[in-house]
């Protein structure tokens, strides 16, 4: 199982704060990416535990819950948890009007790393100062403490969200 500490670790080590050299262009973009990564398998691992339970990391219905999640669902539902009072059909979805300001948190960061690591990822002309590199890092670091804060309940009912579909 990756382990977001693990993926964030890599990302300043690129980034050289562990390094006197000035990182390449390739290293920052390798970071940012990394920094959402790490707060995308925080998300899998979330979820695959929460439906399986704890110690199933290795059986096949942990891998297929884990590999089930999508980005761009993850996004969607991130944008819509981003706001102070719920939308009328993911409040009746949900059970509730909004989400705690740690899930607001989460969700903000998720969808702004996610956009940062596209840029890195895809666009060929983009440039990361290494502030802002860090600073992605530290909003991973942030999104991944604020998802922990949240009370069990909400974070399974967003990530049940997170893995479906449902109808209106």
């Known amino acids: 199982m990756l382990d977001p500490a693990d993926l964030l670790f890599a990302a300043r080590v690129l980034v050289g704060t562990a390094a006197p050299a000035e990182p390449t262009r390739g290293q920052m973009r390798r970071a940012v990416s990394t920094a959402y990564y790490a707060l995308f398998h925080k998300v899998l691992a979330a979820g695959a535990s929460r439906f399986m339970g704890a110690g199933t990391e290795h059986s096949p219905g942990y891998s297929i819950l884990y590999r089930s999640f999508a980005h761009g669902r993850i996004k969607t539902v991130c944008e819509a948890l981003d706001v102070a009072s719920l939308g009328r059909n993911l409040a009746r979805q949900l059970g509730r009007n909004s989400v705690s300001a740690d899930m607001r948190e989460f969700a ?56 479906s579909n449902p109808r209106a």
């Open 108 to 163: 903000s960061h998720f969808v702004s790393l996610q956009n940062a690591r596209h840029t890195a990822d895809y666009d060929p002309g983009a440039e990361f100062a290494r502030s802002d590199v860090e600073r992605l890092l530290d909003a991973a670091e942030i999104a991944i403490a604020a998802f922990d804060r949240c009370n069990p309940d909400e974070q399974a009912d967003v990530l049940a969200l997170m893995l």
